[in-house]
């Protein structure tokens, strides 16, 4: 095994389960070791990221527009980008024809870390509440996702 799950107790890291303790307690006393500390992603908080998303979604109501002649529709796909994207979480680059585009950054658990994820979420709030519902408070927000993720 070469890797385990800590936590931190006061001042001292411990293992969480049985293997992890299984594993350190065959390490030898008075020897170094390498170790890089990594805080894994938390899928509950990841759960509750497209919860408060979905909620957003389903409030936001566009104006009708058309593209050369066809409707345009919401997309949830779309609304997710722009929201990422408002919030300051994006790529840019060049197209082929010199115009600039602009990708959000992937949320996914290979490519983002949990403080980075934890921050993206306290904005993607902030662009939530300027953009989409605009009556809402941060609190009100907070408490609707919490009781939906109740269920």
């Given at each position: ?16 389960d ?26 509950g ?17 566009p ?89």
């Open positions: 095994m070469s890797e385990i799950y800590l936590k931190k107790i006061n001042s001292v890291l411990a293992a969480i049985d293997e992890g303790t299984e594993f350190i307690s065959k390490l030898k006393t008075g020897n170094v070791y390498r170790v890089s500390i990594v805080r894994p992603r938390n899928s908080f990841h759960r509750k990221f497209f919860v408060l998303l979905n909620l957003a979604y389903d409030a936001f109501e104006e009708s527009a058309t593209y050369k002649g066809v409707e345009c529709e919401k997309n949830r796909e779309t609304f997710r980008s722009d929201i990422i994207i408002l919030a300051g979480y994006y790529t840019a680059s060049i197209r082929l024809n010199g115009d600039p585009i602009i990708k959000a950054k992937s949320i996914s658990f290979g490519s983002m870390k949990q403080d980075e994820f934890e921050e993206l979420y306290s904005k993607v709030i902030d662009v939530i509440l300027a953009r989409v519902m605009t009556n809402y408070t941060r609190d009100d927000l907070n408490d609707v996702v919490d009781e939906i993720l109740r269920f």
